[in-house]
Nanobody, 122 residues
Framework: QVQLVESGGGLVQAGGSLRLSCAAS????????IGWFRQAPGKEREFVAA????????YFADSVKGRFTISRDNAKNTVYLQMNSLEPEDTAVYYC???????????????WGQGTQVTVSS
């Protein structure tokens, strides 16, 4: 079992930045790829970004390319999602999830955190 806890959400004005953290614990948490997803009210949960277990491979949704970056510190079992130039459309609950191999499909992720709210005001 892998436990995931997100933090760093909050309220920010458009154009601002936030950094989300995903802390992993449990069985070999640092051996898993980590993905970030988000879900806005009334919408499906969508892929945002993912990073391989080594940190060497990253994936981004087109809507966040050039604005978001993803990184990990395996010594701390933590993955970070740096979000810059935030837009009101980025408002959602953000979830991190763990999988054996990184990718954009929700179905490949076996473990999920509880989510953290990000609200971007215009």
């Amino acid at each position: 079992q892998v436990q995931l806890v997100e933090s760093g959400g909050g309220l920010v004005q458009a154009g601002g930045s936030l950094r989300l953290s995903c802390a992993a614990s449990g069985r070999t948490g640092s051996s898993y790829a980590i993905g970030w997803f988000r879900q806005a009210p009334g919408k499906e949960r969508e892929f945002v970004a993912a990073v391989s277990w080594s940190g060497g491979v990253t994936y981004f949704a087109d809507s966040v390319k050039g604005r978001f970056t993803i990184s990990r510190d395996n010594a701390k079992n933590t993955v970070y999602l740096q979000m810059n130039s935030l837009e009101p459309e980025d408002t959602a609950v953000y979830y991190c999830a763990a999988a054996l191999v990184a990718g954009s499909e929700k179905e490949r992720y076996d473990y999920w955190g509880q989510g953290t709210q990000v609200t971007v005001s215009s």
